[in-house]
């Protein structure tokens, strides 16, 4: 897990394949593995401060669902992640033959009475889940 105070939250999601999934989080974001329970189908990854877990859906064990799960998976939410560098992320998920749903960009965002800048782009996990890797670019004022 990350060092210094744990993190506070940490999505648990529900896949349709945990071994495909994994490899998207290790091979593409760049998650780790901290641990796993294999016979529960269930992996604990974590990438500098972030953390997530995944479980395959129709795996042993218990299960938390209000609704039954339809693709893609985690629709009307996005993860954004933060990394050091962007631009590799990027490269490594074209190369696996991902199609970004965002292209990379800069992209300013209203924050007070300035602007919040990111390097950014977005891509769909193999289950939908959508991620939004990004760079800080700081704060500037907002033009008027």
Known sequence: MTNGPPPSLVPELD???????????????????????????????????????????????????????????????????????????????????HEPVIALEEQWYAADGDEAGNRQFVVADPDGYLWRPFRDLGTRTRDS
Not at 26 to 36: A, H, Q, T
Not at 43 to 49: E, G, H, I, S, T
């Open 15 to 97: 896949v349709t394949d945990l071994d495909e999934s994994r490899m998207f989080y290790v091979d593409v974001l760049g998650f780790s593995v901290v641990y796993e329970r294999p016979a529960e189908r269930f992996v604990y990854l974590a990438r500098d401060r972030a953390e997530v877990m995944l479980e395959e859906a129709a795996g042993p064990g218990r299960r938390f669902r209000t609704a039954s799960l339809g693709r893609p998976f985690g629709r009307g939410v996005n993860f954004q992640l933060e990394v050091p560098d962007v631009d590799e992320i990027y490269e490594r998920v074209l190369a696996a033959g």
